[in-house]
């Protein structure tokens, strides 16, 4: 999975501090249990992710010197929050569909 330079730096800066990391592995947790399906759970924590990215941008390096750079423009997270909930969420069941029956 590729990650915007937004995401990977949102992604690094959170595996470097673990309190941080822990945060964001209960977060994902809990935002799939909250949810029907990882659809719904990645929306959700897209919205969480921006802020999260704002928040620290005005206080946290490495994050105040790229928006010092280039602004800060609304980026996507979906891609991170999908490959969060795929590396720390169990998959859910798939649904059995019903097969045609033959004649």
Not at 71 to 96: C, D, F, H, I, Q
Request: hydrophobic share 35%; net charge positive; aromatic share 10%.
């Amino acid at each position: 999975m590729s990650l915007n330079r937004s995401e990977q730096l949102v992604c690094d800066y959170v595996e470097a501090n673990p309190e941080e990391r822990s945060y964001w592995y209960d977060k994902v947790r809990d935002a799939a249990r909250m949810e029907r399906d990882d659809h719904e759970a990645a929306a959700r924590l897209t919205e969480a992710l921006w802020a999260y990215y704002e928040e620290r941008s005005a206080v946290v390096e490495p994050f105040k010197s790229l928006v010092a750079r280039e602004g800060l423009r609304r980026t996507s997270m979906r891609n991170l929050a999908e490959y969060w909930l795929r590396l720390w969420v169990a998959p859910r069941p798939k649904k059995k569909t019903k097969m045609a029956e033959r004649p």
